[in-house]
C-alpha cells in the first residue's frame, strides 16, 4: 500500500526541506508562500504564538484539525459527497492509489514530491488549488507548511483520540506542594512544558466566594467567611467544601446546570406554547445529586428507567428526561412530521449531552466529518422511537405517555417532591415503549416521510460495537454508555465537572469530541480523571471535591499582562479563570446578600418580578395570556424555580445568557452587553435587594456609616475593603445624601415598613443607591 | 439650564475616557463606543477573516414589516379573475398536484375556489395591481417592487416565520437581524444595531402569537439579539432609572463604579473589566438616545397626518413605522418590525379590511417620508408574510363570507429603496393563483437577496458553531439579480 522513496531519517528530512523550496519556487511564483528554511524553529515555551510550525508535527494535534476542516467536506466521511474517491479521514482511504491507473497518491510518507496534496494545496493555478476556490474555504500559509513538513516526516497516521479507548496514564513524576495533588502534577508538568508555574494561592475570601458559587450557586454569609478565615488548621478548605456538597443547595446548582443540557421548561415550547408540569422531574434532579446517586444509575434511569426490571416510581419518574422537548399544539400540523421531531431531539440530545458528538449532522446525510452514518443515526434513533405518542397534542391535554403522581405517593414513596397541599394529584410525562414493533426507516434527507433502508436499534460503530451482549433497547443503550469500552462517555462526563469548576473544559466544547471539536488542552488528565471517574463508582461529589481541593483550582485569578500574552483564554491554568456568575447566580447572589432569599427547596416554579405585558404582547390569547405574578415568598426563591415559559423566557436571564432551553445544550455563552449593565442598574429586583439591604443596616443604631459599608461591600462581594474603597464610598454616599432634594425625590417610595422607622427617608434613599452601585461593581459580578 | 448639564454629564465621559486611557478616535475607542458593534469581539474571532462587507453595499439599513400570520396575496396584489369564474367550484387535482394541505383543511369535503371580494386596478406607470383594501400603497407602486412568485418549505406558521427570520424551520439560529449586526456591526453609538417593534393587529382577534426567539441570537454573541423597543414609560426594558433618581446622580454613580472598576482591573488585569466599565457607558447613553429616539413630539403635523391618526397611538403599527423611520435616521443598522393578526381562516372579507386598514397607509407613508429625506437610497424596506392563502374556501363559502388556509407554493411580498428596482414586479402565478408560473423565489433566495443588498455574499457569510459553519441561508439561495437596480 505505502510507496516508500525514501526512509524518512532526520537527515533525509533536513535534505529535503530546501529541496522542496526549490520545488515550490518552480512551482508557482508567489514569493509569500513558504520559505521553509527560514521557518524559526523556537523553543516549545514560546509556542504561545500559533504560528510558530512545530518542530515535531503531531497528526491529531496538528493535521487532523485542517483536515477535517478543509478536506472533509469533499473527502471526508460522507459518501454521498465525497471527491475523486478520495478521503482523508480513514488511514487506507488517505494513503489510497488514486486515478484511473491507481499510480497517484495524495499521501507518499515522506515524500513531498510524490504526494498529490503537495502539489494541490501550493497549486497556484485555480483550477488545481485544493481547497477549490468556489468552496470558500482556503489554507493559511501556516496549515500548508503544517501538511507539507506533516508529509515530509513520514505523514505518520494516528486514530482520532476520542474513539480510542481511555488508558489512564501514569501520574506525571514531579513535586506537587498539594498532598493530594494528582491533578496538579498533571497541570504542572504541562506548564513547565510552557515555561509557566503556577500563580499563587488566591486569598481566603476569594477563595470561599469561588467554591460556594461554583458548588452551591450561592454566596458565603460573612459567618461563613469569617470562620474560614479564623480557621487556621490544615482541613479548614476541605471542612468548608464538604459542608457545601452536604448542603440541599448543591443539588440546586447541579440541577441548574442539568435543566440547561435536559432543556427544562414549564411550557410545551411552540406556537401558544401552552403550559406543562414537568418540576416534579426537577425536584427528582435536585433529590438525586443531593443523594449523590452514582452518574451511571443517574443517567440509566433517565433514559431507560421505566425498563428496569421491577422499575420504582422514581426510575419511572426520572425518564421524564426524555419528554423536556418541546411539543406543539399547532392546529393544521402534520402529527406524523411533529411526533418525528421529537424522537430526533431524543436522539441529538442523548448524543450530544452523553456522547459529546454532534449526531445530528448525520440526520439528512452522513456525517461531513465524524464516522458517524446517516444509517447509524437512524440506528440511534430507533431507540427513542418506541413511545405511543401524538405529534400534535391538544389544548388541556398531557401527553402520553404520562404518569399519575397523587399525595399519597409523594408522602409514602416520592418524598422528594415538594407537592404543595393544595395539590391532590397530577399527571406528568414519562417514556414507555407501547409501541415495541415501529419500524423505523432511514429518513431520506431527513425528511420524516421520505423512507429508505429499515434500521434496527444501534450506534456509532466507531465508539464501540452494539454487539448482542447488550438488550436492543434504551436498557441496553444505557449498558453500551456505560460499559467500560465505551470511549466516550466518561471524558464527557468529567470534562463537563471540569467545565463547571474551571470555566472552560479540558476539552473546549464540551459538546463536540469529534474531528471538529477542540483537542484536550490536557488529554492525559482528561483520561485520567475519566478513568478515575468509573473506578470510584461515578462518584461526582468525590470527583469534584478532587477538583476544587487542587492548588489548579486554589490560584489567584491575577493575571500578569504577560501571562494573558501568552494564553489569554487560560488553556494551561497557570492562574485561576475569573469567571462571572451565571444569570442565576446574579439575581441569587443578590437574594442572598439582601437577605430576601427564601430557603425552600423545589416545587412548583415560581414567578417573580418581570416588566409587564411581555407575555400579554405576543400571545394569540390562547394558553399563557398574562404573567401575573406571584406574591409573598415566591418572588424570593432560586432562579432555577423561576417559571420558564420557552417562547418569552425571562427576559433578565436571557440578558445574562441562560439557554433558551429550546434544546439540549451544555454550555452557555460569556458575553459582556450594554442589556446587562441596564439589568443590574434598574431591575427592580436589584433596586428592592438594594433597599432592603440599605434598610438592614439603617436599623443596626450601634453601627457606623463606614460598618455599615464594609458589612454591605462584604455581604455583595464577599471581600473586606480597602480603606481608600470605603473612603470613595463615603464620599458619594454623603454626597447623595447632601444633594437629596424632597422634590426630586417625590417617586421614591419607601417600602411600607420602612415608612414607620425612625429613619429620615434621605439616609435610606443614599444607602439604597450605595448598595446598588456595589452591586454594579465588577466584583459582584465574578466569581471571586 | 438642560444644555448646561447636558455639557457637564459628556464632559465627564470624555473626562472617563481618557482615564481609561483612550483617545477618540481608533479601532480601540470605536468598539468601546459602541460595544453593540462587533469589533468588541477578540480578534481571535471568526469574523477577523470574514472581510465583510463583502462589496459595496447598495442599502445599509433595512426596515423589515413582517405581516404575521400570511397575508393572503389574492385579497392584496395578486389579481385572478379566473377565480370569480370559477367561484364554488372544486380546485382541479391538476392544479393542485398533491400539495400537503394543513390539518385544518384536509378534511374538507371540497375546495370550493372563491376570488378576491374586493376590487383590483393597475396603478401608476409600472401598471401595478393592486386591491382596493391598499389605496395608500396603490398610489405609491412606482416605487415598489413586487415579487410574486415568493414561495416556502413550511406550511404552519411557527416552523414558517422561523424560517423566514432564521433560514432554518427549527429554532435555534440567529435571526436575520442578528446576522447582519454581527457581520456589518453598528453605525451609531447611541443605540442597539438591530431593534424590534411589535404591533396587534385588528383584523383577528386571536392573532398568531410571536416568540422571542424570533429575533434572538441563536449561537451568534447575546450582543446580536434583537432588542425590543416597546411602547410606554420603559422602552427598552430596565432603561428607566429607578423612581427619584436624577441623570446627575446616575452620572456620578457611574463614575465611582468605574473607578473602582479600575483599581479591580489594575489589580486582577482582567481584559472583561474594562469592556464592562464600556458597557455601563453605552447603557448611560441608550437612557438618553432611546427615549429621544421614541419621543415623537418633535414630528410636525403634515408627517403625522402621512403616518395616519393611529401614528400618535403608542405600540400602533402606524406608530412603529414612524418609529422605524426615526430608528434608521439614528442610523440603526437593522429595524424588525412584527404586525399581528393576519390569519385569516374564516370571515376574511371583513377581517381583511381592517387588518389592511392598519399598515396601507403608514407602510406607504414610511417610504415616502424615507424618500424626501433621502433615506430610501440606502435603506431597503421589505414587506411581506410567512406564507400566503390558498385560493380556495376554508369553511364554507357563502355569499359574502369565505375564509382562506395557509398556502406556501405561491405568495406576494415587496420591497423598496436600497437597491432594487422601484416600479417593477418579479414572477408570475397561474390563472389559480396556486402554482408559479414564472420565476420562483425561495425563503433562501429572498435572503441571500437581503444580503447581496447589504454588501454581503451569503454563501462566504458563516459563523462556525459545534464544528459546522452556519449561515443564513443554509446550504441553498441565490441572489434574484433581476431585482437589483
Redesign the interface.
Known sequence: MKKKKFKSTPLIWYFLVPFLLVLCYKYISSSRVNDYSDVEIKDASVLASEETIPEKIDYIFHVKPILSDRCYLCHGPDEGTREAGLRFDTKDGAYAALGENKDRFALVPGDTTASQMVHRILAKEESKIMPPINSNLSLTDYEKQILVKWIGQGAVWKDHWAFVKPKKPEIPNIFSENKNGEIDKFILRKLKEKGLSMSEKASKEKLIRRVYFDLTGLPPSIEAIDTFIKDNGENAFETVIDNLLASKAYGERMAAIWLDVARYSDTHGYQDDLERIMWPWRDWVISAFNRNIPYDQFVKWQLAGDLIPNATREQILATGFNRNHKITQEGGVIDEEYRNEYVLDRTNTVSKSLLGLTMECAQCHDHKYDPISQKEYFSFYAFFNKLDEKGRMDYGEIPEPNIRITQQEVKDVLTFINMPDSINELDLMVMKDSKPNRKTYILKRGAYDNFGEEVKEGVPQAVLSFTDKYQKNRLGLSDWLFDEDNTLTARVAVNRLWQQIFGIGIVATSSDFGNQGALPSHPELLDWLAETYREEGWDTKKMLKRMVMSQTYQQTTKATPELLEIDPTNKWLARSSREKLTAEMIRDNALAASGLLVDKLGGPSVKPYQPKGLWAETTSGQGLTEYIMDKGENLYRRSLYTFWKRTVPPPAMLTFDAATRDFCSVERQKTSTPLQALVMLNDPQLIEASEVLAAKMLKDENLSDKERIKIIFRRITSRTPEDSEVEKLITFLKDTESNYNEIEKEDFKLKQEYQDLNIPKKRIYAFTTLTSLIFNLDEAIVKG | MEEISKHFLNNNRRHFLKKLGLGIGGLATASLLN??SSIVE?SDSPLAGLNLPHFAPKAKRVIYLFQSGGPSQLELFDYKPLLHKMRGQDLPDSIRQGQ?L????SGQDSFPLVGSQFKFNQYGESRAWVSDLMPFTAKIVDELCFIKSMHTEA????PAITFFQTGSQ???RPSIGSWMSYGLGSLNENL?TFTVL?S?GTGR?????????LW?NGFL???H?G?QF?S?K?P???????????RL??R??LD??A???E???R???????N??IA??E??YR??TSVPDTMNIEDEPDHIMQMYGANAAIPGTYAANCLLARRLVEQDVRFVQLYHMGWDQHDNLPSHITKQAKDVDQATAALIMDLKQRGLLEDTLVVWGGEFGRTNYSQGALTKTNYGR??HPRCFTMFMAGGGVKPGFTYGETDDFGYNITKDPVHVHDLQATMMHLMGIDH??F?HKH???RFRLTDVSGHVVKDLLS
Open positions: 460595544p453593540f477578540s400537503r394543513t390539518g385544518m383543511t406550511i404552519n406558521h411557527d427549527q429554532a435555534g442597539p411589535l396587534r382577534a386571536m392573532a398568531q402569537p410571536l416568540y422571542s426567539r434572538g454573541s447575546s450582543l439579539q432588542v416597546r410606554g420603559d427598552v426594558l430596565y432603561l428607566k432609572d429607578p423612581e427619584g433618581m436624577t446622580e446616575r456620578k454613580m465611582h463604579i473607578e473602582l472598576n483599581k479591580q482591573e489589580e486582577f488585569g482582567d481584559p472583561e473589566t469592556s464592562r458597557q455601563y453605552m447603557a441608550m437612557q388556509d395557509h454563501t462566504k458563516t459545534q464544528g459546522r
